[in-house]
């Protein structure tokens, strides 16, 4: 599945059939190169004022990922399934789409657009760049500049192949 078709996905609790909203945020660790858990909003307050948030769950308790719902055999497990887990570095997808990223070679691959995953191990399968090139299994490493106060996103591809 592809990032842009992720949020605003209905979910569903299977447990007792209820739509708990639409997930608002997909939460990556970079370190296991998968998505770990998304956050679902039940809808715009009032006036379109803030949003009333409904719990983040984890990946490991979806039932199932479809292209018009995600579906949790039950909403309160999996989100007890998120508060027990022990993850690597967490990152919203937000803050890896539209990072520049850089080769360790010093190619420039321009701005993350999209990462890819597999609706089933969801596992970063590809992520994809401008102009429509993709870039198999991407390896981030973030580092940080006290002097610029920048965060630069690397990107490592294994094998390393000679340009």
């Not at 970079?30 to 984890?58: C, E, M």
């Amino acid at each position: 599945m592809n990032s842009k078709q992720i949020r605003g996905l209905t979910v569903i609790n299977i447990a007792d059939g209820t739509q708990v909203g639409t997930i608002d945020q997909v939460f990556l660790d970079l370190a296991a190169k998968q998505v770990v858990g998304f956050s679902i909003t039940n809808g715009v307050g009032p006036f379109g004022g803030a949003r009333d948030n409904a719990p983040t769950v984890a990946a490991s308790g979806v039932h199932s990922l479809g292209p018009d719902a995600l579906t949790l055999d039950d909403v309160t497990a999996a989100h007890a399934a998120w508060v027990d887990a022990a993850y690597g570095t967490l990152v919203p997808l937000d803050d890896v789409v539209g990072r520049r990223v850089m080769t360790e070679g010093g190619l420039n691959l321009g701005d993350v657009v999209s990462l890819a995953f597999d609706e089933r191990s969801f596992a970063i399968t590809r992520s994809r760049f401008p102009r429509g090139s993709s870039r198999p299994t991407p390896i981030f490493r973030s580092t940080s500049s006290s002097a610029s106060g920048r965060t630069c996103w690397w990107w490592k591809m294994s094998p390393c192949r000679a340009r």
